[in-house]
């Protein structure tokens, strides 16, 4: 990794903090500098962030440790001014977009001065940016406070890689769309080269959103906009594994704290909680499900201790004060009414506390408890399972947190479900050992494998991909030098030209028997197989009878059917098989898979050809039809594993066909059956084009008409482009041959 990392996020990994008179710097120990940290290092990386608020009076000092921080550590420090820094934090940030994101719409709060302060706070770290970048760095902006950077450093600085990663979750767009700069949002994001979210859900919730309110169809990873590609990845987050297991194994300060534990806790069984302080963790909802849980199961009682552990959050924001008021009660509550003098059924530890002490309440729990109501990963889960290591807790885990995903071995619950988690409860705690060593075991693997460091490299790596893969975006494929080609074409000696139909020579339509040609598509195609020594071939997925209806007329020209599975030379009327004696029997087996599909998505059809099936979607609901290609192709391909078929995801279609049925095949045939050509040219718009590319010499003409990953030479926007270029090369100016 050589390139130079640029990482911006809203809080610098260090506060800046003045007592006694003197500025020193505060480090914040977060999962995320611990996993920054050393690919930061290893490239001399920058972290650009905002320090902490600046008190009034005198700060010079404060403004020479800013200065030694970026000279040393490479910790460059953002500015907001007071008003600015709290309107856009507490206000936009963490009042509109955290309840949001977090599919809490009733507690979004509007208010068009913060969206200005959001706006003016991104825009300062743009700036802060763009004084240091370099064209070579990857930049790589962190969360939900930045989401208008990506868009801003594109205007600024057009050619550097840049990378996003939204650490909270996406919500479906019909809960994105009621906030009013849901565009501006949008469009920012898409500024970056990657955006990188925590699970596939997230991912398919934000894909749909750019449909439904930009109208931008999407890829399953990736979308193009403005002749760029922006590639879409679900990354999810890991912890420092080695740290917890190390404080756990062979710290002695967390050794010691875990003997006292079981020795205060003796004949108890402990039940742990940690969170933040806020109402996405579901910290209310867990008590009283704690509570049904004593109170339907008196046997339990005595014999478990919960312990709550809560750091307080956004305390300037009333609804987290609500919160913290409404917490406190619960657990006087329930201590008072189920407690005894010897027994408080809830410990309840408000404060932030050391990693030592954290990891030893993770290792000595029985039980970890995750009920989050809505949460992008939930970090605690992996840390319960990395400080467990060989004993085997239980982990309870909500279902709906991002890390319910990764850990399908956790018991996992609804945690809105108060009977349904006291059940899950209880079961945790009779769960035998060993059926929780099994569980643990594959969980602290995976948690080990998919570790903060892993997650942190292939992200740069995600972005250090972006723009250096010329067959990934379109803008970098260049247009065809069209006076080149028509002078190659004339100096040749024999010509072949091999055309595509549909996206090629005419647009896409809504239904295939509405893509009839122009006059001037005969016209053009006409013109050039009339020249001397020049082979056209008309290599098409559609069938013989199309193509005759269309081409038949056109007898100086090869006609290729269904990929090529059948050919019509020139000079003659007569179809042939590519492969002659192929069974199609497989059709019948094949057909009422099909047709289970297009019935669950109406508008869909089935196509049948002579050596094919297949499905079209072109007019079902984007994101739908792709989801049900996805499961199509998913079944059949199971269902044809060893066969000689193949199934093929199209524009807006599925097809099986015989593998051995493909365009590259038809240049193949033509070629073998006289001179080679010297000048050779293939236009083409979709997957099934590129077997044709590939099957050309380099040095061919090789052309991509429209946006997509291609390995052609040259790319043209549309089919009236194509048409343009072939007209010229058909109109002999003068009569060489
Ligand atoms: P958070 O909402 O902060 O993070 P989480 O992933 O659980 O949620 O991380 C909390 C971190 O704080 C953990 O590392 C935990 O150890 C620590 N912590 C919690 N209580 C503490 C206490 N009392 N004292 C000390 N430390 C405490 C956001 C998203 C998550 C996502 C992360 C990372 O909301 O969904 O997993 O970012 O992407």
């Not at 934090?89 to 977090?102: A, C, D, K, Q, V």
């Not at 482009?721 to 010229?728: F, R, S, Y």
């Amino acid at each position: 990794m050589s390139d130079r990392i640029v990482v911006v996020s809203n809080r610098l990994p260090l506060t800046a903090r003045r007592s006694g008179g003197r500025w020193h710097g505060e480090r914040s120990s977060g999962g995320l500098v611990a996993a920054l940290g050393p690919v930061l290092e290893q490239t001399n990386g920058l972290w650009i962030g905002w320090p902490g608020d600046a008190p009034s009076g005198d700060t010079t000092g404060r403004t020479k440790l800013l200065r030694q921080w970026e000279r040393d550590h490479g910790f460059a420090a953002v500015d907001l001014p007071p008003g600015v820094g709290r309107a856009f934090y507490e206000g936009y940030s963490n009042n509109t977009l955290w309840p949001l994101l977090h599919g809490f719409p009733s507690r979004v709060t509007f208010d068009p001065e913060t969206w200005h302060a959001y706006r003016d706070a991104n825009e300062r770290f743009a700036a802060g940016v763009i004084d240091r970048v370099r064209p070579d760095d990857l930049v790589w902006v962190q969360d939900y406070q930045l989401m208008l950077l990506p868009g801003l450093l594109r205007e600024a600085r057009p050619e550097v890689r840049s990378g996003f990663f939204l650490h909270v979750p996406f919500p479906p767009p019909e809960i994105f769309r009621i906030l009013p700069q849901r565009e501006a949002i949008l469009q920012g994001l898409l500024g970056a080269d990657v955006i990188g979210f925590q699970t596939h859900e997230h991912m398919g919730a934000f894909r749909r959103s750019l449909l439904q309110i930009l109208g931008i169809e999407s890829r399953m990873d990736q979308v193009e906009v403005g002749g760029r590609v922006v590639s879409l990845e679900a990354r999810p987050i890991g912890i420092v594994t080695d740290e917890w297991e190390r404080l756990v194994s062979s710290d002695a300060v967390v050794a010691k704290r875990i003997t006292d534990l079981h020795a205060r806790h003796a004949g108890r069984r402990l039940i742990l909680a940690v969170d933040r302080l806020d109402y996405t963790k579901g910290i209310p909802e867990r008590l009283r499900a704690f509570r049904h849980f004593l109170v339907s199961r008196p046997g339990w009682r005595r014999k478990v201790t919960f312990i709550q552990v809560a750091v307080p959050s956004r305390e300037r924001i009333p609804r987290y004060a609500d919160l913290r008021r409404q917490v406190s009660e619960m657990v006087g509550e329930i201590n008072g009414e189920l407690g005894t003098a010897t027994w408080s059924p809830v410990i309840y530890l408000r404060r932030s506390i050391p990693r030592s002490e954290l990891a030893a309440l993770y290792a000595a729990a029985d039980v970890g408890w995750v009920a989050s109501l809505r949460d992008g990963m939930n970090l605690v889960a992996k840390e319960y399972v990395a400080c467990q290591r060989d004993r085997a807790g239980v982990l309870l885990l909500s279902e709906l947190a991002g890390a319910a995903g990764e850990m399908g071995e956790a018991i996992r619950v609804n945690p809105y479900d108060e009977p349904g988690s006291a059940e899950a409860l209880d079961r945790a705690l009779s769960m035998p050992e060993e059926e929780r060593a099994e569980r643990q075991a594959v969980l602290l693997e995976r948690v080990r494998r998919n570790n903060a460091l892993v997650w942190a490299e292939r992200s740069v790596a995600d972005i250090a991909r972006a723009g250096r893969d010329p067959g990934q975006v379109p803008g970098s494929v260049p247009v065809p030098p069209v006076t080149e080609i028509r002078r190659a074409f004339r100096s040749a000696a024999r010509r072949a030209c091999y055309l595509d139909y549909d996206g090629t020579l005419v647009p896409i339509a809504a239904r295939p028997s509405e893509a009839v040609p122009s006059a001037a598509v005969g016209e053009v195609v006409g013109a050039l197989a009339r020249r001397r020594n020049t082979t056209v071939v008309i290599v098409s997925g559609r069938s013989v009878l199309d193509l005759e209806r269309w081409f038949g007329d056109l007898k100086g020209t090869w006609l290729a059917a269904e990929h090529g599975a059948l050919l019509r030379p020139p000079g003659t009327d007569e179809w042939r098989p590519l492969r002659p004696g192929a069974d199609v029997e497989w059709k019948e087996r094949v057909r009422p898979v099909l047709e289970h599909f297009a019935a669950r998505a109406p508008g869909s059809t089935i196509e049948e050809k002579e050596f094919s099936l297949a499905w079209h979607f072109r007019l079902v609901e984007p994101e739908f039809g792709d989801w049900l290609a996805n499961e199509v192709a998913a079944a059949l391909d199971q269902q044809l594993a060893g066969t000689e078929l193949a199934v093929l995801r199209g524009n807006k279609i599925v097809e099986v066909r015989f593998a051995w049925a493909n365009k590259g095949e038809v240049v193949a045939h033509v070629r073998s059956l006289g001179e080679t050509a010297g000048f050779e040219l293939a236009i083409g718009d979709d997957r099934t084009d590129e077997d044709l590319f590939e099957r050309l010499p380099d040095d061919a003409w090789s052309i991509r008409v429209g946006p997509g990953s291609t390995r052609a030479r040259y790319r043209l926007p549309d089919p009236a482009a194509a048409l343009a270029l072939l007209a010229t090369l058909g109109v002999s100016t003068r009569r060489t041959h």
